[in-house]
């Protein structure tokens, strides 16, 4: 496993099916960005004056805006973990066939369950936080590939990479920075064409995570292919 091999991938996956992604990414993340779009109800609201109704209403929106995004990228990693498994195996599943069969309750609950992990490391002084982003990077596609329970799926990913530490590292952290970085000049941009208004907050989510999230997913679903036949060969 070289890390060219696994860019030559990455490349080629993408060039073959930039259509599904492209496709896959618009029915995901525009409507996601359209409720992310609108101002947080509660960061200026006046909780002491609101009736039980309006209180129930900016709550509702406020979750909504704090889960949609964790759900867009579990679906979208997910999505182009089963597409490139599909790939490796010469067929093309169509998206609803995809669609259908996403365990998506155990990614979810992965994601929910990684994010204070890595959060919690990187308060402490950063290191811990990197280690267990390279250690847990393959999560998502145990879940996907091989059916994996959340608990599992996060041994499965520890064993893998625990021979390979700093070559998945060496992959999976400038991936993990390069999507942050892309991310934020897309929106960036987007604002300084369109403004600080609905619309740009809209256009930049979108188009943000439509050219970001392809790059960490792909990392990580090809790795954990590499990695899992070098470590059936193994045996």
């Known amino acids: ?28 993340f525009v409507p996601v960005g359209l409720i992310e779009a609108f101002d947080n109800p509660l960061e200026d609201a006046d909780l002491g004056g609101l009736d039980a109704v309006t209180a129930l209403e900016f709550g509702a929106l406020a979750a909504a805006q704090s889960v949609a ?12 973990s089963a597409a490139v498994a599909a790939r490796r195996e010469g067929t093309r599943p169509s998206l609803p066939r995809l669609a259908r069969t996403l365990p998506y309750g155990r990614l979810v609950g992965a994601d929910l369950l990684l994010a204070p992990v890595v959060a919690a490391g990187i308060l402490m ?8 982003l390279t250690w847990f990077a393959l999560v998502a596609p145990a879940i996907e590939i ?12 520890r064993r893998l ?12 952290l400038p991936a993990f920075l390069v999507e942050e970085l892309v991310a934020s000049a897309a929106e960036s941009g987007s604002v300084w064409a369109l ?26 679903v090809i790795l954990f292919c590499e990695l899992r036949a070098r470590s059936s060969g193994a045996r």
């Open 161 to 172: 990479v625990r021979r390979h530490f700093w070559k998945v590292a060496s992959l999976v």
């Open 1 to 28: 496993m070289s890390t060219r091999g696994v860019l030559t991938e990455m490349l080629a996956a993408y060039r073959e099916r930039w259509p599904f992604l492209l496709g896959t990414g618009l029915l995901v």
């Open 195 to 220: 403004g600080d208004t609905f619309v740009g907050g809209w256009a930049g989510f979108v188009l943000g995570n439509l050219l970001a999230a392809p790059i960490l997913a792909l990392a990580m």
């Open 69 to 80: 995004p964790v759900i867009a990228t579990v679906l979208y990693a997910g999505i182009v």
């Open 125 to 132: 002084l950063i290191v811990p936080g990197l280690v267990f």
């Open 146 to 157: 091989e059916h994996r329970g959340v608990v599992d799926a996060f041994r499965r990913s």
